[in-house]
């Protein structure tokens, strides 16, 4: 008897092979599923990257605050005060 009073009965040879049917196709249906839609993938991962880019420009205009704001606002804040120093300097040099 089993740990719940059931009787634990061997798995016949036909459900073994079911059992390797189905390990076999999960498989291969797997394989040939990579086999085929990673050309599509690769084909057409120009046109969902540039989907990506204008749906982030997007959201970043419109305010949502995608992923990466926060370095973009950085890099901008960072080049205006470079533009600053610099427009400070030519005016030094020009009242010389």
Same mark, same amino acid.
């Given at each position: 008897? =089993?740990?719940? =009073? ?11 092979? $079911? ?38 420009? $997007?959201? $970043? =205009? ?18 205006? @005060?470079?533009?600053? @120093?610099?427009?400070?300097?030519? @005016?030094?040099? =020009?009242?010389?």
């Amino acid at each position: 008897m =089993g740990q719940n =009073g059931s009787e634990v009965q061997p798995v016949s040879n036909n459900q073994q092979l $079911y059992q390797k049917v189905a390990k076999i196709s999960k498989v291969l249906t797997i394989f040939w599923s990579i086999i085929i839609f990673s050309p599509v993938l690769i084909i057409f991962s120009p046109l969902w990257v540039s989907a990506f880019c204008v749906y982030w420009m $997007y959201s $970043y =205009g419109t305010g949502k605050h995608p992923i990466g704001a926060d370095l973009v606002d950085l890099a901008r804040d960072a080049i205006l @005060e470079t533009v600053d @120093e610099m427009k400070n300097k030519v @005016e030094q040099l =020009g009242k010389v």
